[in-house]
């Protein structure tokens, strides 16, 4: 394929994980509005919102085969198109019973266009033989900065449902724009197929450590791998998952902290997890996929240690941007890596795992906290994030058979 096409290839790729981030974030925004408007329980709601990690977590591994059946440029299109159209539901409904059912529709969009666009990547890096994934996931991020900035700018001043449905048109919009160019290329193949290692680097003709083999390869020894890279991608969901729901709880109710400092600690972790994945094609380049690996979930370790166990509200805040950093390229080299070694349904396999890891880790964090205490549940987040590096280490050799 022609170095324009790949560039426009990648523009579109990128514009639909920014728009999957940009979605998600102004549903999450407006969830208080839309509990209100049901007159939920905590209890019922709590079940309604499983429906988007319950229609996820099904329709990943479905994804997977049929983005080997029919393409993932065609299948991101499309899980586009039922990710804009969904968002628009939840305002609409007036029971927790009703919002469950359209968010098993949300939830099943949101995890299909995830395999999809993760799929189309994995080819896409392939190709280009440079370590960008990370680029992409950085787009994911900033789209979600973006959509819930936009959507707390507009909480006061547009109802939920207008606002969802303007996030649907916008949606609808740039799949047009940017499925156009997916549906008019087939996913690149990469030049030529050759051996792929754990660290996704070793048999290129000229030496180069981080070349990228042809996905789609099979065996016990590379299923295993596969799911040693969704376990990595577990580890880091989880922590991105805990201090989501727990890092501004900790900061006030542990540190004192006002509302609005505590509000940012979230913040100071997802910006350095965006600052990590935007400069991560550079570092990846100099350092290769397992020195990545393992230094961030070391660098993650100490701070997220830093985070939970300091007693002043900065150091706490400095431990929060420290743990973005280190976890920020380990999730998008692990998918890269698990597609690399299985295409779409290495990508399904990993995908699954790492939501899975966002799913237990408020949860997990919940009842560790009741066991012990909010700051001792939170050095969980560390011990994943050094499991993570230590399998990355221990695998380094390993190749599929």
């Keep these: 394929m022609p170095g324009g096409d790949l560039t426009r290839l990648r523009a579109a790729i990128t514009a639909f994980f920014a728009l999957d981030g940009f ?12 509990t209100e408007q049901t ?59 009703a ?41 994911f991020s900033l789209g979600g900065m973006i959509g819930a900035g936009l959507g707390g700018l507009v909480a006061g001043s547009l109802s939920a449902t207008r606002h969802l449905c303007s996030i649907t048109v916008i ?27 754990a660290d ?13 083999g042809g996905p789609g390869r099979s065996g016990s020894g ?27 709880l900790h900061l006030e109710e542990d540190l004192d902290a006002s509302p609005g400092v505590a509000a940012i600690g979230y913040s100071c972790f997802a910006l350095a997890m965006t600052v990590g994945r935007l400069t991560g094609t550079t570092l990846l380049e100099r350092l290769g996929r397992t020195r990545v690996l393992v230094a961030g979930g070391a660098t993650a370790t100490v701070g997220m240690l830093l985070g ?10 400095l431990g929060f941007a420290v743990t973005g950093l280190g976890l920020a390229n380990i999730f998008p080299v692990a998918i890269e890596r698990a597609g690399a070694l299985a295409g779409p349904g290495g990508v399904a396999t990993a995908s699954t795992l790492g939501y899975l890891g966002m799913l237990l880790g408020p949860p997990t964090i919940g009842f560790l906290a009741e066991w012990h205490s909010l700051p001792t549940a939170l050095t969980s987040v560390a011990a994943l994030a050094a499991f993570a590096s230590a399998i990355a280490f221990a695998t380094r050799h390993a190749a599929p058979k």
């Design 23 to 34: 979605v998600f974030a102004g549903w999450v925004v407006r969830i208080p509005a839309v």
């Design 39 to 97: 007159g939920a329980s905590p209890g019922a709601l709590g079940l309604a919102l499983l429906g988007v990690s319950a229609g996820a977590v099904v329709t990943m591994m479905l994804t997977g085969r049929l983005c080997r059946r029919f393409g993932s440029h065609p299948v991101t299109v499309a899980c586009a198109v039922l990710l804009s159209l969904s968002v628009a539901l939840p305002p609409l409904t007036h029971s927790a019973l």
């Design 99 to 139: 919002l469950g059912a359209v968010l098993l529709v949300f939830g099943a969009a949101f995890g299909g266009i995830n395999v999809a666009f993760n799929s189309a990547a994995v080819d896409l890096v392939a190709a280009l033989r440079r370590p960008v994934m990370s680029s992409f996931h950085a787009a």
């Design 171 to 197: 949606g609808l919009l740039v799949t047009v724009v940017a499925g156009r160019t997916m549906l008019r290329h087939a996913p690149p193949a990469p030049p030529e197929r050759l051996p792929v290692t």
């Design 200 to 212: 996704g680097a070793a048999a290129e003709p000229n030496g180069s450590r981080d070349s990228v």
């Design 222 to 248: 590379t299923r295993a791998l596969v799911v040693t890279f969704g376990l990595i991608a577990l580890c880091t969901a989880y922590g991105e998952g805990a201090l989501a729901d727990w890092g501004a």
């Design 308 to 317: 939970s166990l300091a007693p002043s509200v900065w150091a706490t805040l």
